[in-house]
């Protein structure tokens, strides 16, 4: 079991960035996959990124491509999120995610708001 605390979300202007970052207990932070996802008011959640349990992989969503970086630290039981160019459409909930052996997401952090200002 493990579980998660994002953090570092916050008000800023377009175009600017910010780094979320998502703390997990446990000892076997490194056989999960990581992921990011976020949920914008009235809409559903959606995916960002993920990271394999290695960190040597990583995926994104179309919308986020070459803006956003996942990346992990298992040594800190950490997973990051470098968002760079911020647009107001990426204002959102962000949440970070756990999923065990190939398994679905199983484990939700409790989400850090992200607003950006036009």
């Known amino acids: 079991q493990v579980q998660l605390v994002e953090s570092g979300g916050g008000l800023v202007q377009a175009g600017g960035s910010l780094r979320l970052s998502c703390a997990a207990s446990?000892?076997?932070?490194?056989?999960?996959?990581m992921g990011w996802f976020r949920q914008a008011p009235g809409k559903e959640r959606e995916f960002v990124a993920r990271?394999?349990?290695?960190?040597?992989?990583?995926y994104y969503a179309d919308s986020v491509k070459g803006r956003f970086t996942i990346s992990r630290d298992n040594a800190k039981n950490t997973v990051y999120l470098q968002m760079n160019s911020l647009k107001p459409e990426d204002t959102a909930v962000y949440y970070c995610?756990?999923?065990?052996?190939?398994?679905?997401?199983?484990?939700w952090g409790q989400g850090t708001q992200v607003t950006v200002s036009s």
């Open positions: 995610a756990a999923a065990f052996n190939g398994q679905d997401y199983g484990y």
């Open positions: 990271i394999s349990r290695s960190g040597s992989g990583t």
């Open positions: 446990g000892r076997t932070f490194s056989s999960y996959t």
